[in-house]
């Protein structure tokens, strides 16, 4: 059976209704659409535990066997903590697309030093295809993987504050360049944004996925936002910037931030939708 609409299927998410679902600090989502055929789709993030991805999955009917590929934001323990339990139930062999610094060891500083970085070697993927890439990549003939996001919007450094990554022994400033989204295209009519934790910063990531994907109307734009570390200035600015691209539909997740969120609802009205786990989205 080929579905007639993309849609976005929230398996994992800080936010969960009252039901059978568990919620934690973390993201995972599931994509299905025209392109893909016999019940198959793509697995965007894996959410910080495999206990909470596989329970999700189970109460939501999930078929592991129709996973395509699984696609990782970026390596943060909160996208990719369920990989490994994952693979173990895996019924074959499935490509996992990466980046050269998804494996980097990573930490934050702020409220406090902890490691963020993924909590398992390599070596743990044994019965998956680890793909690294720094380009973009076609997943399907109109749904693109953004490679390296270029950062042409200095403020939106906001999205990056605190994070840190390993180099030569020592912790330095971590600009996130594996941060990655799934642009899905409608062509003529505009695109869909979906994103991890949208490190690179949302006009910026909204300015690349344009450009790559030859649309200029953005229709949906669903995920985590990273907006809470964004002083007020820098937040009105995001909301003016924001506003400019006029999307149809915002979907805030995961790291958004309660505050940001308030500010897209103030902003945007009825356009913005709030999401939990077990939540569908369709991508008209």
Not at 254 to 273: E, I, N, Q, Y
Request: proline residues 5%; hydrophobic residues 40%.
């Amino acid at each position: 059976m080929i579905n007639s609409t993309w849609r976005l299927r929230i398996l994992v998410n800080n936010v969960v209704k009252e039901g059978p679902y568990l919620g934690e600090h973390g993201l995972s989502m599931i994509l299905e659409g025209p392109e893909m055929e016999n019940g198959e789709f793509i697995l965007f993030d894996t959410g910080q535990t495999a206990e909470v991805l596989l329970r999700n999955a189970e109460k939501m009917g999930v078929d592991w066997a129709g996973l395509r590929m699984i696609v990782l934001s970026h390596g943060h323990y909160d996208h990719s903590g369920g990989l490994p339990g994952l693979a173990s139930c895996l019924p074959k062999k499935v490509r996992v697309i990466g980046h050269p610094a998804t494996f980097v060891p990573r930490a934050n500083e702020k409220p406090y030093f902890r490691d963020i970085g993924i909590p398992f070697s390599k070596d743990k993927l044994g019965g998956l295809d680890f793909t690294e890439s720094r380009e973009t990549l076609f997943l399907t003939p109109n749904t693109l993987l953004c490679g390296e996001i270029p950062r042409v919007f200095d403020f939106e450094r906001d999205s990056q504050k605190g994070l840190l990554r390993q180099e030569k022994g020592k912790y330095v400033e971590d600009e996130v360049l594996d941060d990655k989204a799934i642009v899905v295209r409608r062509p003529g009519a505009g695109f869909h944004l979906i994103c991890g934790c949208c490190h690179s910063g949302l006009l910026n990531m909204l300015k690349h996925a344009a450009e790559m994907s030859g649309e200029k109307q953005v229709l949906t734009i669903v995920g985590g936002l990273h907006l809470g570390s964004y002083d007020d200035d820098h937040l009105s600015r995001v909301m003016d910037g924001l506003s400019e691209w006029n999307p149809r539909l915002i979907v805030p997740l995961h790291c958004t931030g309660m505050r940001p969120s308030a500010w897209l609802w103030k902003t945007f009205g009825d356009r913005v939708r709030f999401c939990a786990i077990g939540d569908t989205v369709e991508l008209d």
